[in-house]
């Protein structure tokens, strides 16, 4: 098990330097206006002299050495547009809280609400139930989430009387942003618990159950339940973690100050020092959640062993 | 947004696949002599199954799919017959009033004007914030969505497949290939997305090149899987004892096994890479607004919409690309159904 796991953290590991040098060595590719906020107006020695100062002028792989080396040291670099001169992890790190805690109530939702409309339309199978649970997945799917969440914002502003931009310490703003948030993620679990739910309602110990006179109801949440739960929680890591970098589209469309609205921002601004910083950070998260999820999966399932590579779908 | 790219009727027929293949003989069909017997020779020498023929059946049983199939290649013909139809003005054209010579904006739609060339105009959808034909803007941009969704399902697929029966089939090749999917697999789709259209100029070819990057890696580890199962049964052994060329062993023995998997896998890449275009637009960094292209109007529509006299700009690039998706979605789930044998007979 132990070697599993640090068989795997070191692969991991390895990946994510793979992938951030790539991302460094990319980013360097960008015009370097995204260095310097009035890069218009700044004469040609001034240029050169921030050049100097910033070492862009070194060959690569110092650029890449010295990148890795305030890395590990926590230093993220310094915003140069989008706040001129400060600190990118000081920047960040307010954002973070707000992301988390608004991911993982939706994330919350999305269990209490997905897990149980799977399970239904698995039990329901054919049926009423489970027809209109596949509209509603197909409908989250089929229209763009830009545009969904654009009404929601809109009707709910309008009718429940809640305010269109989010604020913290109003818990009524927060409503409207989790919900929708929460939405895609109903439809991914509802659709993955029916599925394995389906899978196992055909197997033999069920058949066995039934004929010792288990109710219907236990075989569904003793037996069922948990064994089609076991593939999908190799997910939660991933949902969970994904929670911090948060929804993009929430974000900027209530003005929530987190890290979603943060990407587009900083994008749009062409900061090269920003994006590399938040790239990096959901590149480690990805890669974190999906270890996680592995080991998730061998912890539940015993019948897993530790030598194949977990997820292998 | 990336639920169809990982959904849950591709595992099942991949699983189904599976089995059918892994099936061992039981013990006691190992070891018996074939004896000649001539009623069993009549019985087995016509077998009027075939996967093909089948799989059309069960899925033409399928109504719904089979009007949204006709729908669709409907739509797609309609998308490069429309611009020649009589009647119709360039997408990209801004029109101008004809009393003031000013821009025909926000124009209702089914309202008719006269253009400065003193025509009768009647705008079908309205016209956008421009004074664009929208009518005209959302069959451009349902062109360059669809071909953008098309071309990454293409070359996810060959890629794919190359990659693929490469890193099965070739097992000096196994330990690279594993160790590179190992890395390329971690990497998070969006960011890849967000970090090519990031550095190189906004375009088609961006876009496509962007969504490639990673969608053939599931598609590789796919066939790779199955290859491996296949690769020495008994009778692809004796293909080669014969002679026959590696290539021919390839197309004729093993990839017609995968082909319902990777048809699968083509109809549920090509609305989500719609989709994906319409997220990387959200964002900023998509087409240019010069090409028109379904992200473009929902991004332009999306600004729009407080005022509700404009909210079609919204709705009727949104109704196309939904209807789009649903199609795929339903012809691909019905084509996974009708493809998976245990359905057939």
Redesign the interface.
């Known amino acids: 098990m132990l070697r599993y796991i640090s068989k795997r953290f070191l692969?991991?590991i390895?990946?994510l330097v793979?992938?951030l040098s790539v991302?460094f060595i990319?980013?360097r590719?960008?015009p370097i206006e995204g260095y310097f906020p009035n890069y218009d107006k700044m004469t040609k020695s001034a240029i050169e002299n921030g050049i100097k100062q910033l070492g862009l002028d070194q060959p690569m792989y110092v650029q890449l050495f010295r990148f890795f080396r305030d890395l590990l040291k926590g230093d993220l670099g310094i915003s140069r547009v989008y706040r001129n001169n400060v600190a990118v992890t000081e920047i960040l790190a307010p954002k973070i809280p707000i992301s988390l805690k608004l991911g993982s109530l939706a994330l919350l939702l999305s269990l209490v609400l997905g897990l149980p409309m799977g399970v239904l339309m698995a039990r329901y199978k054919g049926r009423f139930f489970d027809h209109a649970g596949t509209v509603f997945?197909?409908f989250?799917?089929?229209?763009?989430?830009?545009?969904y969440y654009?009404f929601i914002q809109?009707y709910g502003t309008q009718y429940l009387g809640i305010k269109m931009l989010f604020d913290e310490s109003d818990w009524m703003s927060w409503i409207l942003p989790v919900f929708s948030m929460s939405l895609?993620n109903i439809?991914?679990y509802a659709?993955?618990v029916?599925?394995y739910m389906v899978d196992e309602i055909n197997k033999d110990y069920v058949l066995l159950a039934r004929i010792k006179g288990m109710k219907s109801s236990s075989i569904m949440f003793k037996h069922v339940f948990r064994n089609a739960f076991v593939p999908m929680a190799q997910y939660l890591p991933t949902s969970f973690l994904n929670t911090v970098i948060g929804s993009?589209?929430i974000e900027s469309l209530y003005s929530i100050p987190g890290m979603g609205g943060l990407?587009?921002d900083v994008?749009?601004r062409q900061d090269n020092t920003m994006?590399q910083a938040i790239?990096l950070l959901?590149?480690t998260v990805?890669?974190i959640g999906?270890i996680l999820g592995d080991l998730m999966m061998v912890l539940l399932d015993p019948r897993i062993s530790f030598g194949t590579?977990a997820g292998?779908? | 947004m990336a639920i169809f790219k990982h959904h849950a009727k591709l595992e099942t027929l991949e699983e189904s696949l599976n089995e059918s293949l892994k099936r061992e003989l039981r013990e006691e069909e190992k070891f018996q002599f074939a004896e000649f017997d001539e009623a069993d020779v009549e019985r087995s020498g016509y077998s009027n199954y075939s996967y093909w023929r089948s799989t059309l059946r069960v899925f033409s049983r399928n109504k719904v799919a089979m009007v949204l199939l006709v729908l669709m290649l409907v739509l797609v013909v309609f998308t490069f017959v429309q611009p020649y139809l009589p009647g119709q003005i360039d997408h990209f054209q801004v029109n101008n009033d004809s009393s003031t010579g000013l821009p025909l904006r926000n124009v209702p739609p089914g309202k008719t004007v006269t253009l400065t060339d003193g025509t009768d105009f009647t705008f079908i959808l309205g016209s956008n914030n421009i004074g664009q034909d929208l009518w005209s803007n959302i069959w451009a941009g349902t062109r360059t969505s669809l071909f953008i969704g098309v071309a990454v399902a293409l070359v996810e697929a060959t890629l794919g497949i190359l990659v693929g029966v490469l890193w099965g089939y070739v097992r000096k090749l196994d330990f690279l290939f594993t160790e590179l999917y190992n890395v390329l697999d971690n990497i998070p789709t969006t960011i890849v997305l967000i970090l090519v259209a990031y550095i190189l100029q906004p375009g088609v070819g961006t876009l496509i090149f962007a969504m490639s990057l990673t969608g053939w890696i599931g598609m590789a580890r796919f066939i790779r899987n199955q290859i491996i199962i296949i690769r020495d049964r008994d009778y692809n052994l004796a293909s080669r004892c014969l002679g026959t060329p590696t290539y021919r062993v390839i197309f004729k023995n093993l990839l017609p096994y995968l082909v319902s998997v990777i048809m699968l896998r083509m109809a549920l890449s090509i609305p989500s890479n719609i989709g994906y275009e319409v997220f990387i637009t959200y964002i900023g960094l998509g087409l240019p607004a010069t090409t028109a292209s379904l992200g473009n109007l929902i991004n332009v529509g999306r600004t729009l919409m407080l005022s509700p006299a404009l909210r079609y700009q919204l709705i009727y690039p949104t109704i196309v690309l939904s209807i789009i998706t649903i199609s795929f979605y339903t012809i691909g789930n019905a084509f996974s159904d009708a493809a998976d044998p245990k359905n057939h007979r």
């Open positions: 692969r991991s390895l990946t793979i992938i991302v990319l980013l590719q960008m997945i197909v989250v799917e089929a229209v763009p989430a830009a545009v654009l809109l895609g439809a991914y659709m993955w029916r599925r993009i589209y990407l587009v994008i749009k994006v790239v959901f590149a990805g890669i999906l590579k292998n779908r």
